[in-house]
């Protein structure tokens, strides 16, 4: 079966983390320790279970969960965003379809807020994908804009950097 909206789901993600902290590379340890994060929130073991994912690595040039119980995150760290764009293909078997963007939005919301939930959003309405917003009780993120500001000194998702015009007058 043909995932006709994976490449769309792409850049989607790519139009809202592009030039934003959930844009930045991670390594492997740190793409770990944050799916061990979700895993421990009532959120995700409500929805999953107990049950801890088995986590590896891949040399190839793409993450990927495989089935409903592992996922495969590059050698060399990917981007922050694999860790909620994975675990909504663990929670859902609908690749990029309806089901799996509403998961995806929901643990962005989870995991980082609103803004970037809605960003999230507005990248799939930019690229004509409808996306469905799950509810979720929890208010604060469990990685508040606070603890980005902590390590990195700046706002959570930072200002793009505009395209030269024009010519340059001498």
């Known amino acids: 079966m043909r995932d006709i909206a994976k490449s769309v789901s792409y850049g989607a ?3 809202a983390f592009e030039h934003t902290l959930l844009g930045e590379q991670q390594s492997f340890t740190s793409l ?5 994060e979700v895993e421990a929130t009532p959120e995700w073991q409500a929805v999953y279970g107990t049950t801890p994912l088995e986590i590896i690595t891949t040399k190839g ?6 089935g409903t119980r592992r996922i495969a995150y590059k050698t060399l760290g990917s981007w ?8 909504a293909h663990i929670l859902t078997y609908d690749r990029h379809g309806p ?13 980082y807020g609103n803004e970037y939930a809605e960003a999230l959003v507005a ?4 690229s004509k994908l409808s996306v469905e917003v799950l509810p979720l009780a929890r208010t604060t993120p ?20 505009e395209a030269p015009r024009g010519a340059i007058a001498l």
């Open 142 to 161: 469990m990685l508040p804009p606070e603890l980005f500001d902590a390590q990195y000194g700046g706002p959570l998702i930072a200002a793009r950097p």
């Open 13 to 15: 993600e790519q139009h």
């Open 80 to 87: 922050r965003f694999a860790v909620p764009h994975e675990l």
């Open 32 to 36: 770990v320790s944050t799916t061990r």
């Open 99 to 111: 089901q799996w963007r509403a998961r995806y939005v929901w643990l962005v919301r989870l995991m």
């Open 61 to 66: 040039s793409c993450d990927y969960a495989l």
């Open 123 to 126: 990248g799939f309405a930019s």
